[in-house]
């Protein structure tokens, strides 16, 4: 049971704009931790997509952008293409108990 | 350029232990922490542990408290990964995972991923 909360699977036509959300709580997300997003690629390692909140590394084209409201941060896919077909990630960190990395549970993109 | 080559895959029985390592090059090794995060098969990701390189301080995951160990060895630049009492649960993709800073932060860096299949 991931800590973060991530829809199964959002989908879209090439050239669409898509959304994935990702909703935590007090003691991560809205208790102002970053929050960071990654790419999975099928049968490769996760990739950085997003870190602290909005910033793209180097690399990353423009269409990848993040947000932060509250307890919720979103990740946005604009003129959806067919290589960004692939598993996404969002990632804080949680101050309870000693605290911890969270991660989503992970939404898959399908582009129609 | 940063790179993080990890150990190839292991088979283990239940209740054995695996090691899994995790060598490091492209930069210098005690100004990042390392993470560990495992992938069971068609499974998300789950934090496993954070190691500092700098003084081998360590943050783990409650669910592993007691059968996890991560050490490093900076005269080589790598990082170790022991998981002990192994389930069958345990079989996925072990990855170590390079953090931005020496704190917590974002992963830039990925390693290749170890698979760990435990079986009778």
């Known amino acids: 049971q991931s800590v973060l909360t991530q829809p199964p699977s959002v989908s879209g036509a090439p050239g669409q704009r898509v959304t994935i959300s990702c909703t935590g709580t007090?003691?991560?997300?809205?208790?102002?931790?970053?929050v960071h997003w990654y790419q999975q690629l099928p049968g490769t390692s996760p990739k950085l997509l997003i870190y602290g909140d909005n910033n793209r590394p180097s690399g990353v084209p423009d269409r990848f952008s993040g947000s932060k409201s509250g307890t919720s941060a979103s990740l946005a896919i604009t003129g959806l293409q067919a290589e960004d077909e692939a598993d996404y990630y969002c990632q804080s960190f949680d101050s309870s108990l000693s605290g911890s990395y969270v991660f989503g549970s992970g939404t898959k993109v399908t582009v129609l | 350029q940063v790179h993080l080559v990890q150990s190839g895959p292991e088979v283990k029985r239940p209740g054995a232990s695996v090691r899994v390592t995790c060598k490091a090059s492209g930069y210098i090794f005690t100004t990042n922490g390392i993470n560990w995060v495992r992938q069971a098969p068609g499974q998300g990701l789950e934090w496993l542990g954070w190691?500092?390189?700098?003084?081998?301080?360590?943050l783990y995951a409650e669910n592993f408290q007691g059968r996890l160990t991560m050490t490093t060895d900076t005269s080589t630049n790598t990082a170790y990964m022991e998981l002990r009492n192994l389930r069958s649960e345990d079989t996925a993709m072990y990855f170590c995972a390079r953090v931005a800073g020496i704190a917590v932060g974002e992963i830039d860096y990925w390693g290749q991923g170890s698979l760990v299949t435990v079986s009778s």
């Open positions: 007090s003691s991560n997300i809205g208790a102002g931790y970053d």
């Open positions: 190691i500092s390189g700098y003084n081998g301080n360590t």
